[in-house]
């Protein structure tokens, strides 16, 4: 006789004292059950929890209303942009990409979201002092061939030709809502108003290892009622854990979707997207006020820093088309009071910035890091350079360890007949004189 025919035959024996017995079980299986849905609910939201639990080997994304309940695990607003800008340190010696990441995420409390394109198990040797987070997370970048972008609450690394199309594509979308909105301020209970604020609203959404894509997608789309065409373009994967902070729904499909060089259009009422291929060149256009008599400094400015940008003068106004970054470097050309501040890089062969690579790559590209890692601007002639028979764009192979600045500087000119001259944060490049 199995067990359950026994509990069954003893059950009917004696009915009553068996049913107050298994009620009493009852009551304490869901007491159980009752107990451990929050722990479950909090384990699926943490993105920095060990793998061991089994709720991180499923594949279902948690989307959670932004509130007072917010996690409190990861900064947002203004407390993630000052996080940014902190002086840090750091020492790496065979660190694997992700898990330094991971290391960093958990002690910063910034989210940050891995391409699936950059390899995560990359090993890297890195010492650098007193940085700001913010440089400190492109140095990393460039190390493995990648870039950053801030898309809201997140810090996104990904490969350059996405990362610089991301934020132009995200309020190409958001400002699609924002003039629907504004359409019909009149008509505030309009469905096109209704819904376009619900489509502007901010929530956080995480998810496990081993979640595909498409599940996410699937999640995003059933929580904002969003009819998805073309997912079938989304190929099948395995992602690893993440979480996306106070992030709009734009946001959080870019945020997917960028990873296959896609991104999405919305239906004519926005109950829905279509998924499509990102635009190559995306582009917006912003208009400025000039302050009187700035016209002809600023306008010659603009003609010298960006000669490209494609803009439109009528008296003190001035319409410019181009990405958000070129847009937020004509306003803080034109209103340099707005600009944000932010801590001053360590000057040059002071000793407090030092570097550890092993690493070749075009001689531009390491210029590039020091741009952004350091906030140095380097300034050549390029015709000299072309006379001269000096290429920028030639791989070079260097290995450092902890120089300062200048020492870099040496390593990385020397060897290629380029002098150089650090003047506060601005290196000039000339080539350098022949030896007879």
């Not at 700035?294 to 003068?313: C, F, H, N, W, Y």
């Not at 006379?387 to 764009?393: E, H, P, S, T, V």
Request: glycine share 4%; with cysteine.
């Amino acid at each position: 006789m199995t067990r359950l025919q026994q509990t069954l035959c003893s059950y009917q024996s004696d009915s009553g004292e068996r049913f107050r017995v298994t009620g009493y079980t009852v009551f304490l299986f869901l007491n159980v059950i009752l107990i451990n849905i929050p722990i479950r609910y909090a384990i699926a939201q943490s993105p920095l929890l060990p793998t061991t639990s089994s709720v991180e080997t499923t594949s279902t994304p948690v989307l959670v209303t932004v509130s007072s309940k917010n996690n409190p695990d990861f900064l947002t607003g203004s407390a993630f942009e000052n996080a940014l800008e902190r002086i840090q340190s750091l020492a790496w010696q065979g660190q694997q990409l992700r898990v330094g990441l991971q290391k960093m995420s958990a002690s910063r409390q910034i989210a940050i979201l891995l391409d699936r394109r950059i390899d995560p198990g990359q090993q890297l040797s890195l010492q650098v002092k007193n940085v700001s987070l913010r440089s400190l997370l492109n140095l990393i970048a460039t190390e493995v061939g990648a870039d950053v972008s801030i898309l809201g609450n997140i810090v996104y690394i990904g490969e350059q030709t996405t990362t610089a199309r991301l934020r132009t594509v995200e309020e190409m979308l958001s400002s699609e809502l924002v003039s629907s909105n504004t359409s019909t301020s009149g008509r505030r209970n309009s469905p096109p108003a209704r819904r376009s604020f619900e489509l502007l609203q901010r929530q956080t959404l995480s998810w496990p290892d081993l979640t595909t894509p498409r599940e996410i997608l699937d999640e995003i789309g059933q929580h904002y009622s969003l009819k998805i065409e073309a997912i079938e373009q989304i190929p099948h994967d395995l992602w690893g854990k993440a979480i996306l902070p106070s992030a709009t729904p734009c946001q959080m499909l870019i945020a997917v979707l960028s990873q296959f060089e896609m991104t999405f259009e919305w239906a004519a009422t926005y109950d829905g997207i279509r998924i499509i291929r990102m635009p190559v060149t995306p582009l917006i256009e912003r208009r400025f006020i000039l302050k009187a008599g700035t016209e002809s400094d600023i306008l010659a400015e603009l003609k010298q820093r960006m000669p490209g940008l494609e803009r439109r003068v009528s008296g003190r106004r001035i319409s410019v088309v181009g990405t958000v970054e070129q847009l937020e470097a004509v306003e803080e050309l034109i209103h340099p009071e707005r600009a944000k501040s932010r801590p001053a890089a360590p000057d040059a062969g002071t000793g407090v910035t030092t570097f550890t690579f092993a690493t070749d790559a075009p001689l531009l590209a390491f210029m590039n890091t020091l741009e952004k890692q350091a906030g140095y601007s380097f300034e050549y002639d390029t015709e000299a350079f072309e006379k001269a028979g000096i290429r920028l764009d030639k791989r070079v192979r260097l290995e450092a360890k902890q120089l300062n600045a200048v020492e870099v500087f040496h390593l990385m000119f020397d060897a290629q007949n380029i002098a150089f001259k650090v003047v506060d944060k601005t290196v000039r490049l000339t080539p350098a004189p022949r030896q007879d």
